[in-house]
């Protein structure tokens, strides 16, 4: 192979494209990673995972490594939605987690990982313009000496809601664009008006717990995950009188701030190092692109969508789609994946997005003024105390409502897996860590008979699965493609290996499975 040419680029060292490329190397492939700025950045974006990539970073134990934890993430007993408190208290099997971590962090380490691994990123080096073949890619970087062609088999596009990749492959990207200005920023608030709660309370307002809050001049946001830094944002809807050139200031967030709550907020210049956040968002996209492939080329992440950051939903999906598509790419590099594969990645994780998008321009609609808003928050919350109403709620916040079509009809498949624990202790998330698929053989070793051509590809490991179940086949994502409450769905399971896994190895797979060892 010429020394230009590598398997996989991928564009964007952010933390979709490091995610991917991690799930790349766990199964031997070695992708380059592109980024144009000199390092990981320190500006201060997402502030936490939510949803069920917490569990899926408890499969790979990135759980353990990001909060010292060492046993399985917790739900968490409640959560937000356009501001509106809702309890899961009673939500039996409540798939919502929560990772408070923020990104410039999460970046360092997922680099850091990326690297122990064999992935090779190349930071400072821009990519300028992609151009396809029948057989791969050619993509026209500029690095520290100078610009240089690079010619790779498949390239992911993990390079943000402005994609150059995916403009330059002209793919659609509809949507819709709301009205609004967001603007947020570290700040200093007095300690006298701080709540002991996580809130604040203002003169001539009252009481804004922690989070959203809306008010009839529109959205108030109060935060603080690291302690000292607390974060003030607002969101107008529409007919905002102000000039929005050249960059945000404090001033302008504390002009917001007072057409919002109708008074003026003490706020000041943020305490300690930085760097601090600051930024204004001029209107809120809410945006899909059309296809996630185009030949060899893959988009991730915010290159395929776009929404509101309201209740926290971002990272979540972009890091699925990462551990979505990385197994099934890597499968087609070392030569095993069926013919449909690759095209179950846009399948499988559009629908998700879409589910995403329409949750959260619902959320933005509800934080609009009016007393009609005010009227439908008002039988909204009353919805929400219900518990199949909140139950519904949860899954939709976690991701969890959609199941994959993986041609099983058990109840279970398509589902992420349940947080499984066997008799000696062990961990399903455990099994996962080295990303391959799983079988677990309840049926005192038939299911492991039947799947033994498999073994050099799949890990077969005899457990108890509860619930009397005789096996479960886990994809390396976490999900399940086949279930049987009993021993006789034998060629159920030989049809879902060789769906999702391909033919049964031969000898020379068998060698290159274990040299990737």
Known sequence: MAENTVDVVVSGAGPNGLMVASELALAGVRPVVLERLPEPSPEPKANGLVGQIVRQLDMRGLYQELTGAAGAPAPIPGWLFSGMRVSFADVADNPMHILPIQQPRFVRLLDKRSRRLGVHVRWDHEVLGVARSHDGVTVTVTGPDGPYDLRTRYLVAADGGHSLIRKSLDIGFPGSTAPTVARLAHVHIPDEIRTADGGIDVPGVGRLPFGHNRLDGGGFL????????????????????????????????????????????????????????????????????????????????????????????????????????????????????????????????????????????????????????????????????????????????????????????????????????????????????????????????????????????????????????????????????????????????????????????????????????
């Open 222 to 517: 109060f935060m603080e995950f690291e302690r000292g830094r607390p974060m003030v944002g607002t969101i107008e809807f529409g007919g905002d009188p102000t000039t929005r050139d050249g960059e945000m200031t404090l001033h302008e967030l504390r002009a917001s701030a007072r057409r919002v709550l109708g008074v003026d907020l003490p706020l000041e210049e943020p305490q300690g190092p930085g760097p601090h956040a600051l930024r204004r968002i001029d209107g809120q996209h809410t945006r899909l692109a059309e296809r996630y492939r185009d030949g060899n080329v893959f988009l991730l992440g915010d290159a395929a969508h776009v929404h509101s950051a309201m209740g926290g939903p971002g990272l979540n999906l972009g890091l699925a789609d990462a551990l979505n598509l990385g197994w099934k790419l890597a499968a087609q590099l070392n030569g095993w994946a069926p013919a449909d594969l690759l095209d179950s990645y846009f399948s499988e994780r559009y629908p998700v997005a879409e589910r995403v998008a329409m949750h959260s321009m619902a959320q933005t609609a509800l934080m609009a003024p009016g007393p009609e808003v005010a009227a439908l928050r008002t039988l909204f919350g009353e919805l929400l105390a219900q518990p199949d109403a909140a139950s519904y709620l949860a899954h939709l916040l976690a991701g969890s409502d959609v199941r994959y079509d993986v041609g099983n009809s058990h109840p279970l498949a398509g589902r992420l897996v349940p947080d499984l624990t066997f008799a000696d202790g062990q961990r399903v998330a455990e099994l996962l860590h080295r990303a391959r698929p799983l079988l677990l053989d309840s049926s005192g070793g038939a299911l492991a008979t039947a799947a033994h051509d498999w073994g050099a590809r799949v890990y077969i490991a005899e457990a108890t699965v509860p619930d009397g179940l005789a096996g479960m086949l886990i994809r390396p994502d976490g999900y399940i493609a086949w279930v049987a409450d009993d021993v006789g769905d034998v060629e159920g399971l030989r049809g879902a290996l060789l769906r999702w896994f391909g033919s049964a190895p031969t000898k020379r797979d068998e060698n290159q499975v274990v040299a990737q060892q």
